[in-house]
């Protein structure tokens, strides 16, 4: 049994989609939570939908694309809590196009979102984490980091980018009993992916061998796992969860 009870853990992007339900999962496992996203009313909004839940829970904004916000947002929560023990860099979104469309402002948007963040949270929150000799870092990355996607350069490169960000990092502060690990979803039911044709949903559909499009909560279980002190040996690790789209040798 997953327990994560006087763990305090901060989950990037939770007001809606998988960083919510990650959020939640978190929750019920016992751990305090803390509920970010760019959204001050958002984050209010989920904070109390939590608290009448009986969760624990605090909402604190902050663009995490922002090096001096994810600072801020890692003093509070130490100043708030005293200490912070799982952090989940999920924040993400899309800017597709073909390359010979893409605009350099969607290739900047994408890295500063979904790869400049991973770096930012993460720096902030290394010092009170060696100084607590243990901490859990997981980072959200995709499918489309390990596989490609037309359309998609942008999101590939800064989902490729975290895949390197997080064994690097692994290999720097093993020795102070700070996990880093990544997951990999493949294609699951969000605001994210709501958009795609029937057609493209068939498509998909196709190739995923599970044969069904993957719900926030397969990948919410693998990360309460990997929060936990069950998950103590592992690290610099990439899992997918993704119907067995992907399958590594
Ligand atoms: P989503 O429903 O669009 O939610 C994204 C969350 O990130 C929202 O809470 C959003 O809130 C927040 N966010 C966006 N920009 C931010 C910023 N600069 N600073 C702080 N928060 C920010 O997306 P999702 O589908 O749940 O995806 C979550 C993660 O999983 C992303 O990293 C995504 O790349 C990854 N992923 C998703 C899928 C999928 O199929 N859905 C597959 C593979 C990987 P605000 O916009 O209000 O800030």
Known sequence: MISLT????????????????????????????????????????VADEFTAKGYEVLGIAADVSDPDAAQNLIKEIIAQRGELHIVVNNAGITRDNLIMRMKPADWDAVMAVNLKSVFNVSQAVIRPMLKARSGRIINITSVVGQMGNPGQTNYAASKAGIIGFTKSLAREIASRNITVNAVAPGYIATEMTKNLSDDARQ??????????????MDVANLVAFLASDLAGYITGQVYNVDGGLVMQG
Do not use: F
């Open 6 to 45: 006087d763990k305090v853990a901060l989950v990037t992007g939770s007001t809606r989609g998988i960083g919510r339900t990650i959020a939640e999962t978190l929750a019920q496992a016992g751990a305090e939570v803390v509920i970010s996203s760019r959204s001050a009313d958002d984050c209010k909004r």
């Open 203 to 216: 498509r998909l559909m196709d190739q995923i061998p599970l044969g069904r499009i993957g719900e926030p």
